[in-house]
C-alpha cells in the first residue's frame, strides 16, 4: 500500500480523464470515482485498485494483457480473474501468455520460427 496523497491524487484523475475521453458525463464520473470501492482511502489504496482501472481503460488494448501477464494473472491485483470453463486443454491448466507464430512466418521464415517456437503456456523472458 502506498500512503501518498500525489499517488491517490494521480489515480482518482486518471479515471476521470479516461472517462471523459470517452464522453461519460460529469455527474457520473463524479458518482463512480466518489465510491469508496474505485477510490478508498490514501492508506487503503493497493496495486489491484490502480491495476483494474487501467485494465478498463486499456481494454482491448494488448497493453492490457501485458499487465494481467506481468502480474501473473494474480486474482488479488485483478479480482475475479479464474481460469475459464473451456480454458484451452494443451495448455495444462496454465494461462496463455505469448501468441502464436502467425503461418505467414512460418511459411516465410520457417527455420527462425521454428527455431524460436514455444509452447503458448511458456513465460516470456520479461515475466520470469
Do not use: C
Not at 471523459?20 to 463524479?30: H, N, P
Not at 511459411?107 to 521454428?114: E, W
Amino acid at each position: 500500500m502506498w500512503q501518498m496523497p500525489e499517488a491517490q491524487a494521480a489515480y482518482v484523475e486518471g479515471i476521470k480523464a479516461n472517462m471523459s475521453k470517452i464522453g461519460v458525463a460529469a455527474a457520473d464520473i463524479t458518482t463512480f470515482t466518489s465510491h469508496v470501492k474505485v477510490n478508498p482511502s490514501v492508506e487503503n489504496l493497493t496495486i489491484s485498485h490502480i491495476m483494474v482501472e487501467k485494465f478498463k481503460a486499456l481494454f482491448m488494448n494488448p497493453e492490457a494483457w501485458t499487465d494481467v501477464r506481468r502480474y501473473n494473472y494474480d486474482a488479488n491485483v485483478f479480482p475475479g480473474m479464474a481460469l475459464p470453463a473451456n480454458h484451452n486443454i494443451d495448455l495444462n491448466g496454465n494461462w496463455i501468455q505469448r501468441g502464436a507464430y502467425p503461418d505467414s512466418e512460418v511459411s516465410r521464415n520457417g527455420d527462425v520460427a521454428i527455431q524460436n517456437f514455444k509452447n503458448l503456456d511458456a513465460k516470456m523472458w520479461i515475466f520470469n
